[in-house]
């Protein structure tokens, strides 16, 4: 098949990639001119697919990546996957729409096109497919074929492989659904049809909004009980060791990247707007979470005027400025945000992040550095945002002077844990 991928970024490039591996001749199409020039170059910016990866693919003529929109010619089947970020608790949906209309102008009869772009129920019989049928002149159903079908992208994660993890996918009508599942046969292991885009959009939804909400529940309880003289870690511990009934979440910083801070605001907005009553869960897991740098902020301040050191002034190190576990990516990362409160305390703040590429570090609102042992021990605080493997957390426990750990890694007289 000739396939179209639009957006070639977390989303897209994966799945552009491995579409190509199986045998499909595909197109990553991008706005980005720096974004296609890197891929033509052979040159991969996602950690989920390794430069020599996407060089077999080039070579082999299955993948070309390009932002001139005559690339989209003759497509079979296209792939929507553009950012859809929140401005001001509302979804912007601009960059779908963008893109729905130059896939329109180049719709033929017989093709198809999948949005893979998180986004609110009904969205894509609402917004997506009206859009094309204007750009089109087309009819949706009986010329082209379309649906949704959410990614699961979990950039960094070595546990959970692409083309293992089952794929829901959806239709807007019965033969819709059965090209876009056989499309998505060639390239996972299972996929799960559901009745309708809607179904398939709210699954996705939920799957980010159960994170949200148990990881708040948590982050709250970690603010409570520190004060009750109660170690949450070991709490959280204990209760796993139940076999059914009990999913494990940990505390931390915050929640970062596209998915949890946005998703299940979608869901909230689209609950108020529709129904006009809001869902109280995701505003107040919403809430509890936007606070918890505010938090960290406050446990440092408390720690080192357990030393005699005030805020101001004071040298802090902070470890991990990507949002996740062995990621890359800074997209909303708490981290930011902890060391600008820091920084407005009159902090001396500094970050250290191992897994920031080059050209991403002026997306940093500190400086740069290395973890090394004395950066570490030059620090009044160094506080464990995420535990990279890369870092070494027995150096950093021998040399820091006082550390707070927000991920339970380390242990001591000078360390405090979240």
């Known amino acids: ?11 897209g490039l994966p799945l552009a990639v491995r579409a190509a591996e ?15 020039q890197q891929l033509a170059a ?10 020599a990866r996407l060089c077999a693919v080039l070579d082999s003529g299955d993948y070309s990546a390009a932002t001139e929109t005559s690339s989209l010619a003759g497509f079979d089947l296209s792939v929507i996957t553009v950012p859809t970020p929140l401005r001001d608790g509302v979804p912007d949906l601009t960059y779908i729409e963008t893109c729905a209309r130059t896939l329109g102008e180049h ?3 017989g093709a198809t096109v999948v949005l893979e772009s998180t986004t609110y129920p009904g969205c894509t019989e609402e917004l997506l497919v009206p859009i094309l049928e204007k750009a089109s002149g087309l009819s949706a159903g009986d010329d082209f074929l379309a649906g949704f079908s959410p990614e699961r992208i979990a950039p960094g994660n070595r546990r959970f492989s692409f083309d293992g993890t089952p794929k829901v996918v959806s239709g807007i009508n019965a033969e819709s659904l059965d090209v876009i599942k056989a499309f998505y046969d060639s390239i996972f292991q299972t996929t799960v049809p559901v009745s309708g885009p809607k179904v398939a959009e709210l699954a996705k939804l939920l799957e ?12 709250e309880l970690a603010t409570l009980t520190a004060p009750l003289g109660v170690n949450i870690w070991e709490a959280i511990d204990a209760a796993a060791t139940k076999s059914f009934g009990f999913t494990r979440f940990t505390p931390g910083p915050g929640v970062g990247g596209h998915c949890l801070p946005v998703d299940p605001l979608f869901l909230s907005w689209k609950i108020e707007q529709e129904l006009g009553t809001p869902f109280r869960f995701v505003d107040l897991a919403d809430d509890v979470n936007r606070h918890m740098p505010e938090y960290v902020v406050q446990r440092v301040v408390e720690g080192l005027a357990k030393r005699g050191l005030p805020v101001t002034g004071t040298r802090i190190l902070l470890l ?12 909303n990362s708490p981290s930011s945000r902890v060391a600008e409160l820091l920084a407005g305390l009159g902090a001396d703040v500094r970050g250290a992040d191992p897994n920031v ?3 991403d570090t002026g997306k940093l609102n500190v400086p740069q550095v290395d973890a090394s042992p004395q950066e570490v021990a030059a620090a009044d605080a160094v506080v464990l945002l995420m535990d990279h493997t ?3 957390l027995t150096m950093i426990q021998e040399h820091a002077p006082y550390v707070l750990d927000c991920r339970n890694r380390l242990s001591g007289a000078n360390v405090e844990t979240l």
Not at 1 to 11: E, L, N, S
Not at 42 to 51: C, L, P, R
Request: without cysteine; neutral net charge; glycine residues 8%.
């Open 208 to 219: 980010n909004t159960f994170r949200l909400v148990n990881i708040s529940l948590i982050n």
């Open 22 to 36: 199986v045998g499909h001749r595909v197109v990553g199409y991008d706005v980005d001119a720096h974004r296609v």
């Open 42 to 51: 052979g040159h991969s910016y996602v950690e989920d697919v390794t430069s």
């Open 357 to 359: 590429q080059e050209s």
């Open 1 to 11: 098949m000739q396939i179209v991928v639009a957006g070639q970024g977390y989303v």
């Open 390 to 392: 890369r870092f070494d």
């Open 107 to 109: 719709l033929r009869p």
């Open 320 to 331: 991990g400025m990507t949002y996740k576990y062995n990621a890359t990516d800074l997209r």
